[in-house]
Every structure is written in structure tokens, then in C-alpha cells.
């Protein structure tokens, strides 16, 4: 804020020909930066509060998996683009369930976030698969991993990871938001790691939903 309001000071009192627009770009690029993340933060607490207050309502339709990963990564475009991610998706037919297409969306951006975040560049490789009762949707990374003791909190509100070097700084709620949306599905997300060795996330959801999300 104190930049951007430098930065308008600037604007109003030299003169055009005086003006820096490599900085300015430099500042209005810093502030959509903490704009997006402030912006999520926001999200992720609006989220968490719907959930611990027993409000978050499901709006199921028949909807493809498939088709929900692709947008997904499609909004993660530019970001693997930039960083050279390689991203591998295996998946042989489409596998519709009765969801809420918005959160199970979420729930993928989250894990594939996850995957970017700290898989140190390596390959990704998704994967999804359908039983006719059961959808399996799976993400693995080859990055920094997870300890044990680490693992039986991940998808704990306000807990993260801190066992290695590399784990980024926020929140802790993407995770348990995840596990919450997939349980009021009545479905399941797991994780499978070591350090050092890569992380294996598979979330698993009744093609129909069994239960919802009590308080």
C-alpha cells in the first residue's frame, strides 16, 4: 500500500517525461502479486468458517472428472508454463458422478497446487479412475515429501508440514478444506510419503453422496 501510494504521488507530481514505467510496472506487478494472495487468504477463511459452522451446502449435478481436471490445469496454465512443469495425465474414459462441481474443483486445485508448491520442479503425474461405485482421483509429485509424524496432521485446520526445508509459508487450511469437501461428499483423501521421496495424494469419492458434512 505504502508503494502504491508512492507510486500515485509520482504519478501526480513529475512530469511525464521524468517518469519511471519500468518501477511502475515493477509495483503494480508486486501488488496484484499480494492481492492474489490476500485474496486467497480471504477465500480459505470464508471457506473454513462455512465448514466449522456446518453451512457449507452441496449443489450436486452429474459432472466429469475428467473434465474438471482439465479446467483446473488449465488455471494453472501460466504458472507451469513459467516454471517448466512437466505434468502427466493418465486417464482412459470419463467418470461422472453426482457432485458439486465448484468444490470438488477446489479440492483438485488445492492438491495440484500442493503438487507445484513442493514437488522441486519434477515431474507430476495425475491420475484418474472409476469403479461405477467409487471415483479415484490421484496426484503424485516427486518433491521434498512428508514425514510421518507430519502426515497424521496434514488435513488438520490450521496445521502444516515443518519437518524439511522447503515448505512455504500460509495458512495451513488448503488441506483441511480438502478433506472436508471430499468428506461431506462421503468420500476420503489420503497421503502416502517420505522425505525426500515425493508425496502421493488419492482422493476418493462415492459416485453418489452418502452422507454430508455435519458440525
Known amino acids: 500500500l505504502l508503494k502504491l501510494r508512492h507510486m500515485l504521488d509520482n504519478v501526480r507530481n513529475i512530469s511525464l517525461a521524468k517518469f519511471s514505467v519500468p518501477e511502475l510496472i515493477k509495483v503494480l506487478r508486486n501488488a496484484e502479486e499480494q492481492i492474489v494472495r490476500l485474496s486467497e487468504m480471504i477465500n480459505d477463511l470464508v471457506n473454513v468458517s462455512l465448514i466449522t459452522t456446518g453451512r457449507m451446502t452441496l449443489r450436486t449435478e452429474n459432472c466429469d472428472l475428467n473434465g474438471i481436471t482439465k479446467h483446473v490445469l488449465q488455471s494453472f496454465s501460466e504458472v507451469i508454463k513459467k516454471g517448466k512443469y512437466k505434468i502427466t495425465f493418465d486417464t482412459k474414459t470419463s467418470v461422472v458422478g453426482k457432485w458439486d462441481k465448484i468444490r470438488i474443483e477446489q479440492a483438485i ?31 503424485e509429485d516427486h518433491g521434498i515429501g512428508i514425514s510421518h509424524k507430519d502426515q497424521r496432521i496434514l488435513f488438520d485446520l490450521f496445521q502444516r508440514a515443518h519437518g524439511l526445508d522447503g515448505y512455504k509459508e500460509g495458512l495451513g487450511v488448503g488441506l483441511y478444506i480438502t478433506a472436508q469437501i471430499v468428506k461431506a461428499h462421503g468420500g476420503s483423501v489420503k497421503v502416502y510419503s517420505a522425505p525426500k521421496k515425493g508425496s502421493r495424494f488419492t482422493m476418493e469419492l462415492p459416485m453418489k453422496i452418502q452422507k454430508r458434512l455435519s458440525n
Not at 114 to 139: E, M, W
Open 109 to 139: 486445485t488445492n492438491l495440484v497446487s500442493n503438487a507445484l508448491k513442493y514437488g522441486k520442479g519434477k515431474p507430476i503425474h495425475i491420475q484418474i479412475a472409476g469403479s461405477g461405485v467409487t471415483a479415484k482421483f490421484i496426484i
